[in-house]
Structure formats: structure tokens, C-alpha cells
């Protein structure tokens, strides 16, 4: 599981709030998600944790879910918040973080919320960023490029059909649409960030929200994100923000995903960086090529019921005193450990091959089995630890090891040749969350 920020609640009326700070830049930049959203979940998704460590390099980033939705309180369908109680919940949370004045980053439906926050609070709102937003979702004879009521109405009845199993997929990611496991990674986020029921209530609820008046009373510097081929959101409705908000900066970008983490996301994050701070940043020096390790203890649960609590954390201390010898022996760095198993870091991958078997071994004499994963890419570099989608599919290889195995992605394979170890094709699987198809390998010490 990725790693997430600590979750805290912020008191909002009656109602609590969930929401995260990450980061500890000079700017705070608070993110206003879509319709749904759930804080901890979206960090599971490697390409949107990636756009969020991003933000968090240059700002103070507050993220929250708002009420009805994610971790935040649960509200009746018929009782979920206006507007107006939307933006008291951004104040409550900014001031539960500390945050007198911010930048709003309001994606999707997330965009009316933000404009009338930065026009009725100017004081508290540095600059707003609006990205694959709109003014209104609906039709009318001065807003034709809005979506007519029997299409909405036909959406609604999809979503509420096919709610939790990744519906609308091809729409909101169309590079995603064929992706088994993105679809499986946003069915279960459309699980965890609401009902069925209140989904679509939220829905009609956008659908009758016109923020067109306030757009003249914006007085914050305002930037407008779009992709040209947003089938969510079409560009038209970003081209009406950015003519009638005063002075806004505006860019449009190829691509039709409306997901802004999928695709080039890079594009968005710096222009925003640059339009908050000034200056871009590519961030190259904050990423690097390194081989990731992961290894478990196979069968732990059982073991420590056999056992008891206090041998079984005499023996899981005695396992990490040799794994962390082996550790030392190849070089390897250890990043971080949980419960029954270790994530280390090597500039090379035979040695973590072998670091891993070695560990295997030493496990063996103390009666355990480990189970361990092996991959090289590029990570990034967070502090004494590293992130990115090599990292995840580590972490994901080693839970598709069987107990004893050290099992390694094809880059790693290709990697150590010469290096006198032997692979046994393991067929290509899925891994959990990880686009694509993945060839796997049994590593062993030729004979």
C-alpha cells in the first residue's frame, strides 16, 4: 500500500472534515477536488500521488474531502452541502491547518467552489488555478456548448447503474480505457469516496450550479488548464472562464484525458508552478535510477499466533538484525519497514538480487520464509526516502511472490546479464493498480 500524509479532522459547524498537509513550502496551496474524492485513497493511484508530491515541492498542500464525501461526514442525499457550506468547510480546513491566506487549485466540479471562494474571500485566496473546470455544466440559449438535460439525465442513470465498478472510465481517461487495472483502481475509489445514491445527487446538484455571475468579481490572479479534447468538460467551457475572469492567464493543452494526473501531466504542474511561484522547475536532480527491494514474511499471521506476541517480536527483531546485516554486506540502504517486512534501495540490481536471496537464506535458519520483489526504475527523491512508480511496482512484485522466492521484473533480468544468476519465466501477470502487463522472474544463483 503507498504511503499517504497523516489524516486529521477539521470542525466545520456540526460536521468534520477530513484533510491532509504535505509539504512545507512558502506558499500554502490548498486542492479542491471534483465531485467525489477520498484523501488517502488517491494516493494509491501512483500518477496522481506523483502530481501531489509535485505540488508539495514548492507549497504547504492542504488536501480535503468534502462533506458527504470520503472520510469527511457522512450527510443524508437529501441534506448534502450548498455552495455556501462548501466554502465554510475550505475556511474551516485552512484554518485547522494554520493557513491565514492560500492558492486554490480546483479541478472539475471543484471549479465553481474555488471562484466563489476567491471572489468572496480575497483576502484569504493568493491566486486560483482552475484545471478541466467549468462556469456551469448545463445547456442554455447563451451557453450551448453546456451538456442538454436528456444527456445528463442519460449519464446519471449510467452511474448510478454501474457506480463502483469504474464507470465512465473511457470518458473521464480515454488513454486509460482499456487499462484492466486502472478500471479496477477507480471502481474501488468510487466505493470508498461515496454512495450510488449520493454520487448522483451530487451530480444533479452540479448540474444546477451557474457561477457565471460571480466570473467578473474575481480579483485574484486566476489561471485556466484545459486539454483540447476533454469529453468530459469540453474546451469551451475554458475558454468562457478565461475571457470573462479579469486578466486571467490562460493554457490549453493536446490530450483528452479530463483525469488531470493521467496523460502529460507535467504540462499542468509547470505552468502552475511557474504561475505561483515565478520560476519551473523540471526537477531532474530529484530523480534517479535505483533498484527497489521489497520482502515479507510469508505466513506471519499464523506464525505469530503460534508463538505469541512477545516470542514472535523476540524472533521479528532477530530476522531484521540479520536482513539488515545482508543489507550492509550488499550495499543496500534500508528505506522503511512495516509490521513484517523491509523496503531498501541498491544502485544496482545484482546486488539486490543477491541481497534478497541472502536474506532469504538467513530467514531460513531462524524457521521463516520470505517473500521478496525486485525492480529497477526511475525513482524520485524525497528526503531519505524515494517515491514513484518503480517503488509501487516493487512493492507489487513481491506480493506476487510465493513464500522462499525472490521474484524480479524483466528490467531487472535484462540488467544483470553476465552476472552468473539464473531466472525462471514466471508468465506475465497484472500487478494491482500498475498499468500494463508485466513478465516476472524467479531469481536463483545459477548452478
Not at 477530513?18 to 509539504?23: L, N, W
Amino acid at each position: 500500500m503507498a504511503e499517504h500524509p497523516e489524516t486529521r479532522y477539521a470542525k466545520s459547524g456540526d460536521c468534520h472534515i477530513a484533510y491532509q498537509v504535505v509539504g512545507k513550502g512558502p506558499l500554502d496551496l490548498v486542492f479542491i477536488p471534483g465531485f467525489v474524492s477520498h484523501a488517502e485513497h488517491c494516493w494509491e493511484e501512483p500518477r496522481w500521488a506523483r502530481c501531489f508530491r509535485r505540488l508539495s515541492s514548492f507549497a504547504r498542500l492542504i488536501i480535503f474531502d468534502k462533506r458527504g464525501t470520503g472520510m469527511s461526514d457522512p450527510v443524508p442525499v437529501g441534506q448534502l452541502p450548498t455552495l455556501e457550506q462548501r466554502m465554510d468547510d475550505v475556511r474551516a480546513v485552512m484554518d485547522a491547518a494554520g493557513s491565514q491566506r492560500a492558492a486554490l487549485v480546483g479541478v472539475s466540479e471543484g471549479g465553481p467552489l474555488s471562484l466563489l471562494f476567491a471572489a468572496t474571500h480575497p483576502d484569504r485566496t493568493a491566486a486560483i488555478v482552475l484545471m478541466g473546470t467549468f462556469a456551469r455544466i448545463a445547456w442554455a440559449p447563451d451557453y450551448t456548448f453546456g451538456t442538454p438535460p436528456e444527456g445528463y439525465d442519460a449519464l446519471l442513470q449510467r452511474m448510478e447503474k454501474d457506480w463502483g465498478k469504474g464507470v465512465l472510465l473511457s470518458a473521464l481517461a480515454p488513454s486509460l480505457a482499456t487499462d484492466a487495472a486502472a478500471r479496477d483502481w477507480w471502481g474501488r475509489f468510487q466505493r470508498q469516496a461515496c454512495s450510488p445514491g449520493a454520487a448522483v445527487a451530487l451530480l444533479r446538484m452540479a448540474y444546477e450550479i451557474d457561477a457565471r455571475p460571480i466570473l467578473p468579481a474575481i480579483r485574484v490572479p486566476a489561471l485556466v488548464l484545459h486539454r483540447v479534447g476533454d469529453r468530459i468538460s469540453p474546451i469551451e467551457h475554458a475558454r468562457y472562464l478565461a475571457q470573462k475572469i479579469p486578466g486571467a492567464e490562460y493554457a490549453e493543452f493536446p490530450g483528452d484525458d479530463h483525469f488531470f494526473f493521467i496523460g502529460d501531466a507535467n504540462a499542468f504542474l509547470e505552468r502552475i508552478e511557474e504561475f505561483l511561484t515565478g520560476q519551473r522547475h523540471e526537477h531532474e536532480s530529484d530523480r534517479v535510477l535505483a533498484t527497489v527491494l521489497f520482502a515479507d514474511i510469508a505466513g506471519s499471521t499464523e506464525r505469530a499466533a503460534q508463538l505469541g506476541d512477545a516470542r514472535w517480536h523476540e524472533l521479528l527483531d532477530t530476522f531484521y538484525g540479520v536482513a539488515r546485516r545482508q543489507l550492509e554486506r550488499f550495499r543496500g540502504r534500508e528505506v522503511d519497514t512495516a509490521g513484517d517486512g523491509f523496503f531498501a534501495a541498491f544502485d544496482g540490481p545484482a546486488r539486490a538480487v543477491r541481497c534478497a536471496a541472502a536474506i532469504g537464506s538467513s530467514a531460513r535458519s531462524l524457521g521463516l520464509e520470505i517473500r521478496a520483489g525486485v525492480h529497477t526504475g526511475e525513482c524520485e527523491v524525497m528526503g531519505a526516502k524515494i517515491g514513484g512508480i518503480a517503488v509501487h511496482i516493487g512493492a507489487r512484485i513481491a506480493s506476487a511472490a510465493s513464500p522462499g522466492e525472490v521474484l524480479v521484473s524483466s528490467t531487472v533480468k535484462d540488467l544483470v546479464a553476465g552476472s552468473g544468476l539464473a531466472f525462471m519465466d514466471r508468465g506475465t501477470r497484472e500487478l494491482k493498480g500498475v498499468p500494463g502487463q508485466w513478465r516476472l522472474y524467479a531469481a536463483s544463483e545459477a548452478s
